[in-house]
C-alpha cells in the first residue's frame, strides 16, 4: 500500500511544490520505498510507495497514455491481471495502477466498478479539471479531505491535510457524543472540525469552482428469496467464495504472510492460504500478553502445527501501551480505539521484518454474524417491545449490581434498555450509553448524526450497520494505521466485495443457527481445521487492562482524566469521571472499556494540541514538515 495526498485550488492561484512535498512527508511510513509529486496550475497530487506489484516501475503520481489523467493511488487491484487482457491500451507497466489509468481513459470513472481489491485514489481529469476521489467498497483504505471555498485538500492520513490547510485544526464538539457511543467517530465526520473521511463505498466529484458531490457506489446486495439455499449449498457456496477472495489477497511480487490468532476467521485463512500454495510454507504471527487467563498462543500453536507454517510469537506488555500510546496516536490521527490496536502494532513490527504484507481475519463476525450480540438479538429486540421506562427502571436497578464474571449479560441489558432500536444497536458496542453520555456532556446527547438501521431482520439490521460503521470506522481503521505505521500491508481476504456479497444474500437463520454464531463459515472452517478451534468459545484479542488499570496503568490514568491539564476533566462533568474510576478500583467492577475510551481520547488530544506537559499539534507539524 502507499500514501496519497493532494490540493485542488478553486481561486486559480498555483498550487505551492512545497507544501505537496511537506504533505508527502507526513506519509512517508506508508511509502518507504519511493515518493513523487506532479502539479498543474491549481492541482497537485503527491504520492509515496510501498511497492508490492511491478517493484522496478509503476512510478506515481502516473499520467495515462493521452496525458488526459492523472492518478495517485493507494492500494492493490487483485484482478488487474484479468482487466488488462480485455484492455486495448498502450501499456508501459506491469503494474495495477496503469489498468485503472486504462480503464477510465476507456470507459470512464465508472470503471471502478470493474475493480476487485482495495484502493483509494485520486484520479484528475485535466480536460474538465475534475477530480475523483474514489473509497474502496468496504473501507479498507482511508481517505480523509478538508473543502473550503478555497480549496479542496485530501489525503491518506489527516495529517496529511495539515500543511496545506493554512489553520490550525480544532477539536470537534459535535463529535464527541458519537466517540463516546462507539470509541470511534463514524464517516463523514472525524473529531477534527473541517476534516470529513469519504465513507466506504462512495466517491466524490470535485469540480475546478468547487463543487463536490459524494455518491455512493457500492451496497450489499439483497437477501435471496426464502427457500433458495439450504444449509448444504451455503456452505459449499462460501467454501468457495474464500477460497477465491484468498487466492486473490495472494496477488503480489512480494513475500506475503498471515495474522494467526487461533481463531476461526485466521485459522481458515492461514489453511485456505496454505492449501493454495503447495511445497510453500506459510509465515505466520501471533501475539500474547503474558497472561494466560487471555493469551491464545496455544490455539494459534496448534492450528500452525496443524496446517505446517513458520510461526512466530510476540509478548506484548503494559510498558508497550504506555511506550507506544502517543506515537500510535499519532498514526491513527483518532483516539486508539481499541487496546488491542498496540498488540496489531507490534504484530506487524515484528511481520515487517520477513514480509511486505500479511493477511488478517477481519470482516468475518461482521459478514457472518460471529459477536454474541447477534445471538442475542432476537430476544432483545423483543424485550424492547416492553414500555421504555420498564426497561430503563430494570436496567438502571440492575446495571450496577451485577458483577464482573456478568458483563455480556450487563451489555445486553443495557441494549435492552436503549429507547429506540437504533440507538439499541449502538449500545451494544457503546462503553457509554445514551444517559451517561448525558452525564458526561452534561447535555442530551447529539443525535442528528445517528444512523437509520438499515431494512431487513434485527440480525441482517445489525450485520449492515456493523458493515457501515463499526467496520470500516474501527477495526480497518485501526488494521491500516497500525500496519502502515510498521509499513506493512494488510489484506483481509473476506472482505472481498464477492464473497461481501455472498455472505448478504444469505438468510439470517443460516449464520446464527440453533443458537450457534457464524454457522455457516464454521461449518466450512471445520472441513480444515480441528474441530476444537471451530467449538471453542470465541475469545477475540483480549488485553488485560482490567489489571492493568489497577496496577502497572494506575497513576498515569489518574494523572490523565483527573490532573488539571486533563481535556477530559475539562470537557466532561468531573464527578462522573472520578466515580468511574472509584467503582474500577473497587475490585467489584470492570471499567476497562470505558476508562479505555476516556484515555485514548486524552492521549489523542496531548498528541495533536497538547497541554503544559506535551508538546502537541506544533510538535506534530514540525514532525510532518509544515512550511
Not at 489525503?155 to 496529511?160: H, L, M, N, R, Y
Not at 507454517?309 to 500510546?325: G, I, K, N, P
Not at 470506522?473 to 461481501?500: C, F, I, K, Q, T
Not at 476516556?598 to 512550511?627: C, D, I, K, Y
Request: hydrophobic share 40%; with cysteine.
Amino acid at each position: 500500500m502507499c500514501g496519497i495526498a493532494g490540493i485542488q485550488r478553486f481561486d486559480g492561484a498555483p498550487v505551492d511544490p512545497r507544501v505537496l512535498a511537506a504533505m508527502a512527508r507526513t506519509l512517508a511510513h506508508r511509502g518507504p520505498d519511493d515518493h513523487g509529486v506532479w502539479r498543474q496550475g491549481s492541482t497537485g497530487l503527491a504520492h509515496t510507495r510501498l511497492s508490492i506489484i511491478d517493484l522496478a516501475g509503476s512510478r506515481q503520481p502516473m499520467a495515462s497514455a493521452t496525458g488526459r489523467w492523472v492518478i495517485s493511488f493507494n492500494g492493490e487491484i487483485f484482478n488487474y491481471r484479468a482487466l488488462r487482457a480485455d484492455l486495448s491500451y498502450p501499456f508501459h507497466t506491469n503494474g495495477d495502477t496503469e489498468v485503472i489509468l486504462a480503464g477510465v481513459s476507456r470507459h470512464g470513472i465508472g470503471f471502478v466498478d470493474s475493480l476487485v481489491g482495495q484502493f483509494a485514489f485520486a484520479l484528475h481529469d485535466r480536460d474538465t479539471g475534475t477530480t475523483h476521489l474514489v473509497r474502496d467498497r468496504l473501507g479498507v483504505l482511508p481517505l480523509y479531505y478538508a473543502h473550503t471555498p478555497g480549496q479542496l485538500v485530501f489525503g491518506s492520513e489527516i495529517k496529511a491535510l495539515f500543511p496545506a490547510m493554512g489553520v490550525q485544526p480544532e477539536v470537534d464538539p459535535a463529535s464527541l457524543d458519537s466517540y463516546l457511543a462507539g470509541r470511534s467517530v463514524p464517516a463523514p465526520d472525524t473529531l477534527f472540525a473541517g476534516i470529513n473521511k469519504l465513507p466506504a463505498g462512495h466517491r466524490a466529484e470535485v469540480t475546478r469552482d468547487g463543487r463536490v458531490t459524494v455518491t455512493r457506489y457500492w451496497w450489499p446486495s439483497a437477501e435471496d428469496p426464502p427457500g433458495q439455499w439450504t444449509p448444504e449449498s451455503a456452505v459449499a457456496a462460501v467454501d468457495e467464495g474464500v477460497t477465491t477472495a484468498v487466492k486473490s489477497a495472494l496477488v503480489a511480487d512480494v513475500p506475503v504472510g498471515a495474522y494467526l490468532s487461533g481463531g476461526v476467521d485466521s485459522s481458515l485463512i492461514v489453511a485456505k492460504a496454505a492449501e493454495l500454495q503447495p511445497g510453500h510454507r506459510v509465515r505466520t504471527f501471533a501475539a500474547g500478553f503474558g497472561d494466560p487467563r487471555t493469551d491464545e498462543f496455544r490455539w494459534a500453536r496448534q492450528v500452525s502445527q496443524h496446517v505446517g507454517t513458520d510461526h512466530q510469537e510476540v509478548l506484548v506488555r503494559a510498558a508497550d501501551f504506555e511506550s507506544l500510546w502517543s506515537e500510535l496516536t499519532y498514526h491513527r490521527d483518532a483516539p486508539v480505539s481499541e487496546p488491542a490496536d498496540i498488540a496489531v502494532f507490534r504484530l506487524a513490527q515484528a511481520a515487517r521484518q520477513s514480509v511486505r504484507v500479511v493477511l488478517s481475519g477481519e470482516g468475518g463476525d461482521e459478514l457472518f454474524a460471529g459477536y454474541p450480540k447477534y445471538a442475542l438479538a432476537r430476544s432483545v429486540a423483543t424485550v424492547g417491545r416492553l414500555p421504555a421506562p420498564i426497561r430503563a427502571g430494570v436496567a438502571g436497578m440492575l446495571d450496577h449490581r451485577l458483577p464482573d464474571r456478568m458483563s455480556r449479560a450487563r451489555i445486553a441489558l443495557r441494549a435492552a434498555a436503549a429507547g429506540t432500536p437504533s440507538e439499541r444497536h449502538r449500545t451494544w458496542f457503546a462503553p457509554f450509553t445514551s444517559s451517561e453520555r448525558q452525564e458526561l456532556l452534561g447535555g442530551p446527547p447529539d443525535t442528528r448524526r445517528t444512523r437509520a438501521l438499515p431494512e431487513g431482520d434485527v440480525i441482517r439490521q445489525m450485520l449492515l450497520a456493523d458493515l457501515d460503521g463499526w467496520l470500516p470506522d474501527n477495526l480497518l481503521e485501526r488494521g491500516d494505521r497500525m500496519s502502515m505505521a510498521a509499513s506493512l500491508e494488510l489484506r483481509p481476504p473476506l472482505l472481498d466485495h464477492r464473497l461481501v456479497e455472498l455472505a448478504f444474500r444469505l438468510p439470517s437463520a443460516l449464520k446464527v443457527r440453533h443458537g450457534v454464531t457464524k454457522w455457516v463459515l464454521k461449518e466450512v472452517a471445520r472441513r480444515y481445521l480441528p474441530t476444537e478451534i471451530v467449538d471453542r468459545k470465541k475469545a477475540g484479542f483480549r488485553v488485560p487492562l482490567r489489571d492493568w488499570f489497577r496496577s502497572d496503568l494506575r497513576d498515569s490514568m489518574w494523572d490523565r482524566l483527573t490532573g488539571t491539564d486533563s481535556f477530559v476533566a475539562q470537557t466532561f462533568d468531573r464527578r462522573a469521571v472520578r466515580a468511574l474510576l472509584e467503582r474500577h478500583e473497587s475490585g467489584r467492577f470492570n471499567e476497562e472499556s470505558r476508562i479505555w475510551t476516556l484515555m485514548s481520547l486524552e492521549v489523542w488530544h496531548e498528541t495533536f494540541f497538547g497541554t503544559a506537559t506535551t508538546p502537541g499539534l506544533s510538535a506534530v507539524s514540525n514532525r510532518v514538515g509544515q512550511p
